[in-house]
């Protein structure tokens, strides 16, 4: 295959796959049967495009490939009276040129709601949107949750039967059921950017695009819940994380801490627009997690220089976000801007309690915190120590690359 | 889709065994989506039966002894699992006891 097929191909799969999945459900009622059917599409276009070039709009083409396929099926499966009227369902449907939509959110955004029914586990409702939304493999899924591949497939066949079994519908909630529906999906959607923020597979430490499609879907959750503060925190959250991707890398794909970033190539529009979206939401006086968030991400956008960022108030706002959720990570990020406001003995003894619960136990970032606090202490040979046990737990390339560089500078 | 409401509780709930449905009943009946249902008598006054081998095993109370038992169940019929939700959360059982939403197999 050609390079540039090749991308297209790429680009499609991250960008139409969770529309072309979408579609086909509700076309469909079928999610395996969408799932395959956006696979087949998918493989044709790897052939087909090669030959005839890429269309002009390849969402459309996929999803009309996608409709083909699944009628083709429908059609050889149709045995029954029950099968024949469900595929003449689909043609007729079919038949008012759906092929040729506009990219219309609301299909992925039905996906999502559906996909986060509170009928559904918490765990199998963000492995699903994961799944059948962002097109993420079952590999990719179960890394991110650190269980099984085995476990996770059975945990996304299991969601999807239900959904079927017990007939939880494919829409958008009607507005006096979204308050209650809405966390699931604001948890998913942080999830979704976390994972295109830091790729927990593969070489590639960012994968802007799933952190692109986050932000697209929080847009129009927020756009379609103007009222939920969260909504707003979380999209702000996104956006003031997003504003430093153009500095978090350099040349070569490695890390680059926040301390040693470039801020002149922070993105100010995006810093403005979160900064803003937040104001607005802490205005209503229903702060939540994600807000306080949201709080902390701009302390740090909004320092013109490492020195002038106020570690102290980030110490208070971890605190409070403890209290909101409670989390071992949470914590470790606490001792960190402890160290930061207060000295690295000070944030050293929070860690310290922490690794004793081995609630963190295998997670490289505690290690790693603790290797700086130690080397700011002096105490370099167990500095040293912290960042092998850090780089042995790393999951990325460039992140093993750049605790390897900071156990070199300890000299 | 057809539903049973399986209607829960623990032994306090015995005291609301002849509550009534406080007009669930009528409502969901003008409303056309209840098909049926019942209040039942307490655990012990169950028996419950296996045969095994040809023969008729019986013993005395439920086939479970657990901390919430079955106390009724409605069988309804409406359109998704939103709508089922709905209908259980109007349920006066709901507020002291807990019901379980399960769907019927339809061939």
């Known amino acids: 295959m050609t390079p540039p097929v090749e991308a297209a191909v790429d680009r499609a799969f991250r960008e139409e796959w969770g529309q072309v999945v979408a579609t086909l459900i509700r076309w469909t009622g079928d999610w395996d049967l969408a799932e395959e059917c956006a696979q087949d599409a998918f493989a044709l276009a790897v052939r087909t495009w090669r030959r005839d070039g890429v269309p002009r709009r390849p969402g459309a083409w996929l999803t009309t490939a996608a409709r083909n396929r699944a009628v083709d099926v429908l059609r050889r499966e149709a045995t029954g009276a029950a099968k024949l009227r469900e595929v003449a369902g689909v043609l007729e449907t079919v038949d008012d040129g759906a092929g040729d939509e506009p990219d219309v959110p609301d299909d992925r955004l039905r996906l999502i709601f559906t996909c986060c029914h509170p009928a559904l586990a918490l765990e199998a409702r963000v492995a699903l949107t994961l799944r059948t939304l962002a097109g993420l493999g079952t590999t990719e899924i179960a890394r991110a949750f650190l269980v099984g591949e085995q476990a996770m497939a059975k945990r996304l066949a299991r969601a999807k039967q239900k959904i079927r079994h017990a007939g939880i519908p494919y829409r958008v909630p009607p507005a006096h059921l979204l308050p209650e529906r809405l966390p699931a999906v604001l948890a998913v959607l942080y999830l979704l950017f976390n994972e295109g923020y830091s790729a927990t597979a593969g070489a590639d430490l960012v994968r802007h695009d799933l952190a692109a499609e986050a932000i697209r879907l929080a847009r129009v959750l927020v756009r379609l819940m103007p009222d939920e503060p969260e909504a707003a925190g979380l999209l702000a959250l996104m956006l003031l994380h997003h504003a430093r991707r153009a500095a978090r890398l350099d040349d070569a794909g490695d890390l680059v801490v926040l301390e040693d970033q470039d801020r002149g190539r922070w993105d100010a529009d995006r810093i403005a627009e979160g900064v803003a979206l937040l104001d607005g939401a802490l205005r209503r006086g229903r702060p939540g997690p994600y807000q306080v968030q949201a709080a902390i991400a701009a302390c740090h956008a909004t320092a013109a220089r490492p020195e002038d960022t106020d570690w102290p108030q980030i110490a208070v706002l971890y605190a409070r976000l403890a209290r909101l959720v409670p989390s071992p990570v949470v914590e470790l990020n606490r001792a960190v801007a402890v160290g930061m406001a207060y000295g690295p003995a000070a944030g050293l003894a929070l860690i310290d309690g922490l690794r004793e619960t081995g609630a963190l136990a295998g997670y490289h970032l505690l290690p790693a915190a603790r290797a700086d606090l130690l080397r700011r202490l002096g105490r370099t040979a167990e500095a040293a120590d912290a960042y092998r046990e850090a780089a042995g737990l790393a999951t990325t390339d460039a992140e093993r690359r750049y605790l390897a560089r900071r156990l070199a500078a300890l000299g | ?107």
């Open chain 2, 1 to 107: 889709m057809k539903y049973v409401l399986l209607i829960c509780g623990d032994e306090s709930a015995a005291e609301h065994a002849n509550d009534g449905c406080d007009g669930w009943s009528e409502e969901m009946a003008e409303r056309g989506v209840l098909r049926g249902g019942a209040g039942l008598r307490p655990p012990s006054d169950a028996t419950t039966l296996r045969v095994r081998e040809g023969e008729v095993l019986l013993s005395d109370g439920p086939f479970a002894e657990t901390k919430e038992q079955l106390g009724g169940f409605c069988l309804i019929e409406c359109a998704d699992l939103d709508e089922a939700i709905e209908i259980a959360a109007a349920h006066p059982a709901a507020a002291y006891g807990t019901i379980e939403i399960r769907p019927l197999i339809e061939l």
